[in-house]
């Protein structure tokens, strides 16, 4: 499998090898740095502009092989667009759109962080290395036969030329830290079930240790002294034990309460007795991508070391059908001490979060809590897989997640909360159901089935990422199957109003 690319920052004036990455605006403009380096070049670029009509609009390019004048095999000119929206422009995405155009099976690239109006600045040059980076990544573990013209050097290397290396490497520093947090992610998530059961998913997320997280890791024993009946009902069919995993960072004040964060992670979820239908059930590994977004944000956090109390708490299961399986109808009690029905086995998720956000909140008593799960096919007819579906308890919290989600790309739609849906999930044996068994508001009844685990006084939203998760549209920044969504979205929210 090859790696990764290396990225590093160099002046303007390191010679290009490879493929050269430049940008121009909608008037076919260069700034002068790029100028400089290409020479003559600029007027074949010219010519070969009116022939291929390219005219620097926003997403297009242009390719010219062996351009003769310069040492590189292949220049590419990434169109920005209008002059006077450049600043707006997202760089993070940029830089993934830019390293679009840099072959796998380059061994040397340079992309130049030069706009037509002069060089970008540290903030934006960072910005473009990170998309570059998050653009790179392939989940490859499992190929192993490749054709010749798939093959990848060994090492590859890219070099982001800006106008100040120093400045451009200590603004790239927090962004490589949350960028490993998002990979780790999607490897999680790209990983099949065979490979990743509970078990491993906690050995895994034990390696956050390394950067300096307190990791404790709850056993069936322990997860039966708590209550947690609600969770463990669902890995009881499984052959494999469940887990609930606990991460702790601690960059704040001492004595602060923490934030929180808690992921659903159904390792697979075959429906249970309620069992799925066969088609795109291999997408149900993917089930543990809120847990997976989790550990990848607790590992950024302690990465680029920030400045906060952050506790993070994943649980982890195999949702599967066998003679010791939960059936329907089956009553379960939760650490809360309320009761739930189970009408469906495939409404799994909502279950595994009651228990681990009841015992975060007792635990913990944080600041605020923001959980995440692929919990329902109906936030996917809702939104598409664009939008996150949101829900939330508090205005303030909504308000900072929407605002982080629009900085990020990582966006959050917010989704009704009202006592009017609650009634749905009334039990006529317990003290309610798991499913509202109507299809209508699936996604709106599942959040409130959950709203019943959380004290009003805790600021608390549930990101429902069943469209987000995997399988998404692929994008500038991402190509693999996971998306490693929401690490960027919550380090953002941290950071912008939580860090001191
Ligand atoms: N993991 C699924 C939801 C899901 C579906 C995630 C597609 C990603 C892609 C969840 O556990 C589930 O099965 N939900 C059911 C709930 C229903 C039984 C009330 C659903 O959405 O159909
Ligand atoms: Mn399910
Ligand atoms: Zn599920």
New binding site residues.
């Given amino acids: 499998m090859a790696d990764a690319p290396k990225l590093v920052f160099g002046p303007f004036a390191t010679p290009a090898r490879g493929v050269l990455v430049v940008f121009c605006d909608d008037g076919l403009k260069f700034g002068p740095a790029t100028r400089k380096m290409l020479g003559a070049t600029a007027d074949l670029v010219h010519r070969a502009a009116k022939t291929e009509r390219f005219t620097g609009r926003s997403g297009s390019s242009l390719d010219l092989i062996h351009p003769e004048a310069l040492k590189v095999a292949r220049l590419t000119v990434v169109g920005l667009g209008k002059a006077s929206e450049v600043a707006e422009r997202d760089f993070v995405k940029l830089g993934g759109a830019a390293m679009g155009k840099v072959p796998a099976v380059a061994a040397e690239a340079t992309i130049v962080a030069e706009l037509a109006t002069g060089a970008m600045d540290s903030e934006q040059a960072a910005d473009l290395a990170q998309g570059a980076q998050l653009r790179a990544y392939a989940f490859e573990r499992y190929k192993t036969k490749r054709k010749d013209d798939e093959k990848s050097p060994a090492k590859r290397t890219v070099t982001i030329a800006v106008g100040d290396p120093a400045g451009a490497r200590r603004a790239y520093a927090a962004r490589e830290a949350v960028n490993g947090g998002v990979l780790m992610a999607r490897n999680l998530v790209n990983e099949p079930a065979n490979i990743l059961y509970p078990k491993e998913f906690a050995r895994r997320a034990a390696a956050v240790k390394k950067a300096g997280l307190a990791v404790e890791v709850l056993d069936i024993k322990a997860m039966k002294k708590l209550g947690m009946n609600a969770l463990l009902g669902v890995g009881q069919g499984s052959a494999h034990e469940s887990r609930v995993v606990v991460m702790r960072w601690s960059g704040g004040r001492r004595g602060d309460a923490p934030v929180a964060f808690i992921g ?1 992670g ?1 390792c697979f ?1 075959t ?1 249970g007795i ?1 069992i ?1 239908p066969a088609s ?1 059930m291999e ?2 590994k ?2 543990m ?1 809120g847990a997976a977004c989790v550990v990848g944000l607790m590992q950024a956090l302690a990465a680029r070391k920030a400045k906060v109390n952050a506790v993070g708490l994943i649980g982890i299961v195999e ?1 599967m059908p066998d003679g010791n399986a939960q059936r329907p109808g089956d009553i379960v009690q939760s650490m809360s001490g309320q009761t739930i029905e189970i ?8 279950l595994v979060l009651a228990d681990v956000i009841w015992y975060a909140a007792r635990r913990f008593k944080p600041k605020f809590m923001v959980d995440l ?8 007819v809702a939104l598409g897989q664009e939008y996150a579906g949101m829900f939330a308890n508090d205005d303030e919290l909504a308000a900072r997640l929407t605002k982080a989600g629009e900085k990020t790309g990582e966006k959050v739609w917010r989704m009704p909360l009202a006592p009017e849906y609650d009634k749905m999930i009334d039990s006529k044996f317990a003290d309610m159901k ?3 068994g109507s ?1 209508w508001g ?2 709106i ?2 959040a409130q089935f959950i709203k019943r685990f959380v004290d009003d006084d805790i600021p608390w939203a549930h990101l429902d ?3 987000t ?3 998404s549209r692929q994008n500038d920044v991402n190509r693999s199957w996971a998306s490693g969504w929401g690490v960027r979205l919550l380090d953002r929210l941290v950071a912008d109003f939580y860090e001191r």
């Avoid at 009408?343 to 909502?350: C, F, Q």
């Avoid at 799960?373 to 996917?380: C, F, K, R, Y």
């Fill in positions: 659903k159904v979820d429906g309620s799925k795109s997408d149900m993917g089930d991508a949702n009408i469906n086995t495939d409404a799994e998720g909502r799960a692929t919990l329902t096919g109906a936030i996917i798991n499913t509202g299809r699936g996604a009844t599942a990422i069943a469209g998760g995997f399988d």
